[in-house]
């Protein structure tokens, strides 16, 4: 019948609208993002990004317990654009650039295993549409979403062009080195990885060359850090931490009912693309049959899986973990929700795509200014307290910040220690017994406390306190902090 054959636009003008006009409004919400001032996360890895540009390693000269993917992810941004943005602009630009070229890339995707093909130009509105119509400041260049667009292209790899193109060995290879980059960004999203290649590897036949190029990338990484110098530290950080982390680092109030307040934030959020991708499944046996399809569905449920398990710490933006697996579905939603609907269904699923962004707009947009202006406070203030970092009679050298990295930002120095002042309440006990050696050895120029971690450092490192009293004057005090001085 008619409406089961919905055609692609042939001429030139339907292809414009096709791809011009979902990408348009992508543009359009992601423009007031563009200039969003740095939070401390955001921060912390910028000042990563370009450590790796002046030539230092991570996890040896610089040390976070974040994997090292943002950190080269930043330091890209920052190469390619920081010769004529800040670095805030730098980084929101190329994530811009990735969410639009993955929009339509999933679009063209998708377009082969639709019912109805021309639906697939709601993709870039289900992905980069609602990950900006949606995000405030602090969620911008997170790590939890910056994978998504990896796994999906790894998963196209892995199951085939379309549900009748198989994979072959070298399109399979590729997709396991392309699904290794969520160990590099995310180590807890390996469970994804693993579940997308058996699905393929089952169905196509492919697992070996799959597992293959995937063990091929980690130990391609491995051997890179142990040539550099920096296997230390990456196995600190893979290995030894996490299974540390769970004896010695204290979870945060709250734990599962923490998570359950999270996940009706994200509903509240991101409930309109939720309802439309449940729709996919009342076409289940069809979602089954597509393996691009079911990878998605199984992304979902093993992501939801491994963040229940992690009740040790849940905020708000590791649901950015579903933007990708939430959006793709909701596609596939439209298309199911159209089926019902006959001659009129392409129009029903349109507009319900459009509500879905419409309704994320108007909740979260009103809220988005007064977000944007409240970090640009927060901002201009620390920039105020380190004034006197900058100015020409202030003792040269380093420093160190126990508090958030914005302040080494506005310091405009570098960081005294390799490893950085943002995450002590999570550090191990072997961390904090190096510390007070090590900032006796490094002697910084001036050491910030924030007031959060006056008791954290008692309590954990009473020399460290000490040394700030024996070694150091109080130079600056207020509300938040204190600024310690070297003794000249």
Known sequence: ?????????????GLLCWWVLPTSIVLMLAFP???????????????????????????????????PGVHYYYALALLLFSAFATPEVSVHLLELVIW???GLFVQQVLKNR??????????????????YATVGPGGLSQIEALPGPIICIGAWLACGGTRKVESGVARSLLAGVVLAGVVVFHGHMIAVAIVIMVIAGLRHGNLAALISGF??????????????????GLWDVYITYPFAAGDEVPAEPGGLMRVRWNISGYLY?????????????????KLLKDTFALQHLLWGIVALLTMLLETRTSWPFHFLYFIVPVGVLAVYGADALASFFGRTGR???????????????????????????????VNARIHSETEFLRQADSMQGPVYVFGSPVYLKESGRRQALPRNGWGWEVALA??????????????????????????????NAPDVMELLVNDYEQSSVNAHGKWYSLSR
């Open 269 to 285: 959020d991101f409930g309109p693309w939720v309802l439309l991708a449940s729709f996919s499944v009342a076409r289940f046996p």
């Open 100 to 102: 639009i070229c993955f």
């Open 215 to 232: 063990a091929a990338c980690i130990a391609a990484i491995a051997l890179l850090f142990v040539f550099a110098g920096g296997w230390a």
């Open 1 to 13: 019948m008619f409406f089961f054959e919905i055609p692609l636009p042939k001429n030139i003008p």
């Open 347 to 377: 129009f029903v699923a349109v507009g319900a795509g459009l509500a879905a962004l419409l309704a994320a707009v108007l909740t979260q947009w009103v809220h988005l200014a007064d977000q944007h202006q409240a970090v640009t406070e």
């Open 114 to 131: 639709l019912l109805y093909p021309a639906l697939a130009a709601l993709a870039p509105l289900a992905l980069g549409g609602a990950y």
């Open 430 to 459: 072997s961390h904090w017994n190096k510390l007070s050696e090590q900032l006796r050895d490094a002697r910084p120029a001036y050491v910030y406390v924030s007031k959060h971690y006056d008791s954290l450092i008692l309590n």
């Open 33 to 67: 993002h563009i200039d969003s001032p740095f939070t401390g996360d955001q921060a912390l890895y910028a000042y990563g990004g370009q450590s790796i540009l002046n030539g230092e390693l991570i996890y040896r000269d610089f040390v976070d317990i974040k994997h």
